[in-house]
Structure formats: C-alpha cells, structure tokens
C-alpha cells in the first residue's frame, strides 16, 4: 500500500426533504447574495429549484441564475458566470444539478478569485489559489463532483475537454436529496450509472494489486450498481434504490477508493471517451459503455490479474485459467450494459469508420495515459478499432 | 435509506516516515508547546515518540510529557493533564498511541477549555463547547479514535466507564504510520483485530436493512480483517497486510459505516464487554470475542435475518433455513476467533460463575441499550451466562 493524505472537507446532509437545511449555515457564513447555477427544466421538474429559492426567500439570501449549463460544460458559460460574480453582488455559489453545474461553480468560483483567464486553470498556467464558497444541491448522481475537488471543463475552440483538481474546489456543503432523481429520465440513470461503474473500475483495474481492501470496497460499489439500475428502470421512484444509487455516485469518485494505490487510477477509458463526447456529442456514460470492454479487450491478455480479481469479486467467476476467466469478466460485464440498454459500440452511437482516425488524433493530444498500460498513439488507434 | 450529516473534518497522513509531515501544518497553525500524551514503553520501542520529538525539536516547538496513559484510561490522568495545561505553555495535544492515548488526549482537550469538572461531559452534565487543537499520531489502530470525534474515559469511584462524542474533539491531522504496528505483541494485534471486526458487527447486525451498499462495505472489511490478522499472527513485520489492518481500523469505527442506519449501530456487545473490562481488567478486544457470540446465540432465533446476510456476505454460506444459517454463522465467527487465539468465554477470562451477577448488575446500570434488540435487566444476565 502506497502513501497518503486524505482529507474531505465537504459536508453532507443527505436524505428526503434537506435542502431546507442549507438555511442555517448559509445565514451563520453571513452569505448575502447567491448564485444559482444550473442546466434547464430538470431542475424545475424535480422540484430543486422551489425548495432552493424558497429556501434562499426565508433567509433573506438575494439570488441570480446563471442558467442553460450543458452537459460537457462549456468555458464560455464560465467565463459568463465570472463576470457576473466579478460585477458584485454574489458572495456564495450554488450548483443545482449534477456534474455538470457543480464543475462549472468551482470554475466559476475559482476565476472569480483571479485576474486572468479562467481557462488558465485548465491549461496548466495557472493554479488555483482561492475560491468562492460552494453550496450545492445534487439532482443527479454520477460525477462525484458534490464531494470532490475536481472540475471538467471543455473548449470548443481548442477541442478540449479537460480535468482539474484543487482543495480550494470543495464544497462546503453538499445537500443529496436522491428524491430530486426520481423524475431523471431512464437514459441519465443508466449513464449516470455506467459512469458510477465506470469510476471504480478506473481504479480496480489500474494494475495496483497492494490493497485489496480498497478493491474489495470498489467490488462491493459495483454489485450495489448491478442491483440498483435495473430496480431503477422497473421503478424509477423506488427511494432506497435511488439512495443506494446516489450513495454508490458520491463514493465511487470522491478519492476514497483511490486511497493507497500507487496512482489515482488509470483513467484512459474516461480520456477516450471524452473525445467521443467533445466531437460527436455523446452522453459521457455512453461513451464509457463503449469505451471499456473496447480498451479492457485490448489488454487482457497481457495484464489478465486485475479482470481476474473483478471476476471473482463482482462476477462470481472462478473457473478456468487467467487469460479466459478475464475474458469472462469482461464479457458478463458488457452483458450487463446491454442489459441495461447501455451500449457497447461506436456504431450504436452513430459513429461512421472514417470517423475512427478523427477520434485517435483528438485522444493523442494529452497522451501519455493509463496506468495499467501506458498508452501510445498506436494504441489509442486500436482501442477506438475494437470499440467499432 | 435513513438521513443522515457527515462531516469527517480530521485530515490523514497515512504511511511509512510520515511523522516529519506534521512539522510544516503544526508551525502553519502557530503552535509553540505541545504536551505529549502516551501509555508506556510501547511508544518508545515502536519509535514513534523518538521521531515525534525529532519532529518538534527541528520546529521548535517545545514539549511536556503525560505518559502512563492506561488501557481503559482513567479520568485521573485526565484530570491531571487537564491541570497541567491550565497552567500554562501548551497549545496543542498530541497523542502517540492508539484509542486509549486519543481518548485521554481529547478529554484533556476538551476539559482545558471548560471551568468545571471534566467528568460532567461523560456524565451528561455539561456538552463539549471548545477543544484544543489534537494532532494524533497512531500507533495501535482498532478504536477509530483517530478520526472520529469519541472518546471513552473509565472512573473506578462511580464503575462507570462512558463514551462522549464531540465536534470539537475530531484530530486536526492524524499520522498513520502502520510501521510503528509491527512491535505490538501479537495478543494486541489479535484484540485490536476483534475490536475492528465487533465495530463492523456493530453496524451490519443493528437490525437495519436499508443500506445493503453500507452492509457491504462492512462484509469486505471484514473479510480483509480475517484475512490480514492471520498474516499478521504468522509475519508481524509485514507491512501491507499491516497497512490494510490500519485502514480497516480507521473506517470500521469512524461512522462511516453508519450513514444511513437508522441507529448508529447496536453496540449492545460493546456495552456488556465494557462490565468486563470495568471489573475485571479483560482486554477491550477479549471482552469482545466472548460476548459477541454470546449476544449473537441469544437472539438468533428471533432475528435470524442479519445474521444470515452476515454469512452470505462474510463466510459464503448460502445453504438451509434461515435460523440454520444464522447459527452456523455464529459458530463461523466464533471458530475464526478461536483459530486466532482470541477467548470466547468468560471462563477463558478467569472469571467464575458468581461474578456473573456483578457483571449483569454494572452492565444494568446504563440500560435500555442495544437496536436490534432492546435489551432488560434479564436479557442481560441471560447473555453473561451464555457467555460463561
């Protein structure tokens, strides 16, 4: 096991009916004008938005919407939500969403504490060295973005889509309420949860076998996710599955499994799967369905262990040798997507083979990537073959 | 799902010679004297308190020592720590040891910003309103202490032995270094070991089945825990298998596991186990592995449901009807606790078959506890006996 700091700072108020109790620490931080930062009418359709407002008129809190956040949130709606706050007025940002309104208020919060370019952050010039307070309100699960750090952020301009983490990019408070997600469409609970999925395995499968305890946490989030989606899809309003679910999104990517491994993870599914995204528009759950059986196939047989250990821990597979029991593991769990109606081909998200090479020149550009293997050019190129 | 807060606010720095990383957040914070709070010659031997003074003589900051700190600590070595921090030229508390250590040390935190009696805080009279700083470093894990904000304090005249918990008494930062582990002798590793295993026990046999995802986390801690204890009686100086031992200490008992339970655990075991270390002098850990099977056996038959989980989850049990099922759990855990040398009767102890009324007496004292079960005055004394 490796060595670590951890620390979480962020609190949680978790369970039905909570965001009312956001009104006490807001009014004891003194805050006295909010922003509200959200995508479009989920957030009214889930009843959020009233129960915030509501929330923000007892206390006497002034607030302005920074509103129309897309998935895959653009540097232009940040940089539209710095010179806001920059203008006065706000003292506190509120995310009302999921990933993509969180990433973009600890964007917000972090530009709106410095004089250059926010997208400095993101191309590596510059480094967080403050940020506005964070109070967010999760509506949708997946992204872990309630407990961490981390904001991804794209830039049509550059085609980038990029990540980047800093302590001062904590929520104070993050309020999950899993009834919020009762009225998510059936796709976004299945991405969201093929993402959830997807976290852990970015981190059980990056080829550090020194805590199997770490592992065996990660197992046990995926056999919850296994059994909670397709409850979800029979009963989208089933509140335990959905808490289960919201709880699974909040730890699969908080850094806690990532905890004692040499690296974070390895990561290269989401980085090719970014690129499915920033060029063809794909949800991020649907590009990582397809991505990882691709890159996991392409790997296997040469690093059999990790998929080996995901066998036994989530698959109940025990029988047979190395190479052919990861092959298994690796087939129950696009068996598993498909079940789900998530899928496993370039192809199914519409995908033409000319646009294969397209999709290998954006991935190089951050290349070196990947801790199980390292990935080159070349290999970039053939996992997105496999994934056709 | 039941809500739930959480705020786990204790920063960690875990693994090999990070001692040293407490000087640069220790002069950050402006600390000029700390007092150094330990048991005995185990501090010394593990080298712990050698680098820990290394540490403070390089920053400068001065240093007194309470040492003599007992297993089950006394409110007398508290009340004299509280005395002597009153008198002046300490900031800053820091335990070197395991919960015994951390619990004194955030008592004497607590009781050197309170003008009454640090007792009352047990007693219910008075509520934590202010600490001093703690900056922990561990050197025997199994109670959690160092980040949880619990502390329990022994006092011979009332045979109380009480468990208060706090905000304010969460460690700042906590040093885990899992090397200082491998000179404990081996009836500590064991009796730590059950403590961790009896903290998960706590929570997934409380009677609540609505987190299963939190359940499971609990069965693979307890799976590693009866992987790496064994590894630990044969090779001591192993220091991944004492790395994962440290870690699963840390989460069994930080109320991690509790989010979502309607009660924070059961902890009936807990509180029978406390008599016999209160009267007898039994290892915290000893007095688990005999009640636990002995509280299981007692109420199987009526609630064989969490047990029958347990043994899905933790000894692959799958076979037969459910009180079958959850017997042969119980003797599963009992068997793995004999094979690690670990006492399951009060026999074992020394105890005789008269003092069993004493027990049942004390343990009475603090009725109604327990979740699962409520338990009386002769639930108690029914399970002493069974545990004779």
């Known amino acids: 096991m490796h060595n670590f700091t951890w620390n979480s700072p962020t609190k949680l108020i978790f369970g039905q009916d909570t965001?009312?109790?956001l009104e006490a620490p807001l009014k004891a931080a003194g805050v006295k004008g909010v922003m509200l930062v959200y995508g479009g009418k989920g957030t009214f359709k889930s009843g959020a938005y009233d129960q915030v407002t509501d929330m923000l008129k007892r206390a006497g809190i002034s607030f302005s919407d920074l509103n129309d956040v897309k998935p895959n949130p653009l540097v232009s709606k940040v940089r539209e939500g710095v010179a806001r706050v920059k203008a006065g007025g706000i003292d506190a940002i509120i995310p009302i969403g999921g990933g993509s309104a969180f990433d973009t208020a600890k964007a917000i919060a972090a530009g709106a504490c410095y004089s250059g370019d926010v997208w400095d952050f993101y191309s590596g010039k510059a480094k967080v060295q403050d940020a506005m307070p964070i109070y967010g309100v999760l509506t949708v699960s997946a992204s872990s973005s309630e407990v961490?750090?981390?904001?991804?952020?794209?830039?049509?301009?550059?085609?980038?889509?990029?990540?980047?983490?800093?302590?001062?990019l904590y929520p104070k408070i993050s309020v999950i309420d899993p009834t919020f997600q009762t009225s998510l469409p059936q796709k976004q609970t299945v991405y969201?949860?093929?993402?959830?999925?997807?976290?852990?395995?970015?981190?059980?499968?990056?080829?550090?076998?020194?805590?199997?305890l770490m592992d065996e946490q990660g197992y046990a989030l995926i056999r919850t996710m296994m059994r909670v989606i397709p409850e979800l899809i029979e009963d989208p309003k089933n509140y335990d599955s959905r808490a289960e679910y919201a709880m699974a999104g909040m730890m699969a990517h908080s850094g806690f499994l990532s905890l004692g491994r040499e690296t974070r993870g390895d990561f290269s599914s989401h980085k090719l799967g970014h690129s499915i995204s920033l060029l063809y528009g794909a949800a991020h759950g649907a590009s990582l369905s397809v991505v990882f059986p691709a890159w996991s196939r392409y790997l296997y047989e040469d690093n059999p262990e990790p998929f080996v250990r995901l066998g036994e821990g989530v698959f109940g597979i025990y029988d047979g040798d190395d190479v052919d029991r990861a092959l298994e593991s690796i087939?129950?769990?696009e068996?598993?997507?498909r079940e789900i109606n998530a899928p496993t081909t370039l192809r199914e998200l519409g995908?033409?083979?000319?646009?294969?090479?397209?999709?290998a020149e954006n991935a190089r550009k951050i290349l070196p990537y990947g801790s199980l293997k390292v990935?080159?050019?070349?290999?970039?190129l053939e996992i997105?073959?496999?994934a056709y």
Not at 192 to 212: N, P, Q, W
């Open 19 to 21: 965001v009312k109790d």
């Open 384 to 386: 997105y073959k496999l």
């Open 192 to 212: 969201g949860g093929v993402d959830i999925i997807a976290h852990v395995l970015e981190r059980v499968l990056d080829g550090d076998d020194g805590s199997e």
């Open 351 to 359: 995908l033409k083979e000319e646009d294969i090479e397209k999709l």
């Open 375 to 380: 990935l080159d050019a070349d290999d970039v």
């Open 335 to 337: 068996d598993f997507f």
């Open 148 to 168: 961490n750090g981390i904001s991804v952020v794209s830039n049509p301009e550059t085609q980038d889509k990029i990540s980047m983490g800093d302590v001062h």
């Open 331 to 333: 087939e129950a769990l």
